[in-house]
């Protein structure tokens, strides 16, 4: 091969390789954002491991914040306190 044809064969390869670059930089951009959350989720799951109190705080806080209505149990205290007074007489 003459050094012209592998001058014209070395630029096409460079031109191909900066094409690839630029394909896989828009993938990898496109991928950043979910990648992200999958970051963050790991951290999460390896700081539960290096301390269990904190998935026991996150438990309880889970159960206060999603536990029955404030008048379901007022309603059902009520309910017991007439029981006993009723009982009692």
């Known amino acids: 091969m ?5 001058a014209a064969r070395r630029a ?3 031109q191909r390789i900066a094409q690839q670059r630029n394909d896989i930089a828009i993938l990898t951009h496109s991928l950043e954002r979910p990648m ?3 970051d963050k989720g790991y951290a999460l799951v390896q700081k539960f491991k290096q301390q ?4 026991l705080a996150g438990a309880l806080l889970f159960a206060t914040a999603f536990r029955k209505p404030a ?3 007022s309603a059902t205290l009520l309910a017991i306190a007439e ?3 009723l009982k009692k007489r």
Not at 2 to 6: D, E, F, I, P, V
Not at 52 to 55: A, E, F, G, N
């Open 36 to 38: 992200s959350f999958f």
């Open 83 to 85: 029981w006993f007074i």
């Open 52 to 55: 269990p109190k904190l998935v």
């Open 12 to 14: 096409e390869l460079v």
């Open 71 to 73: 008048f379901r149990i």
């Open 2 to 6: 003459s050094a012209q044809k592998l």
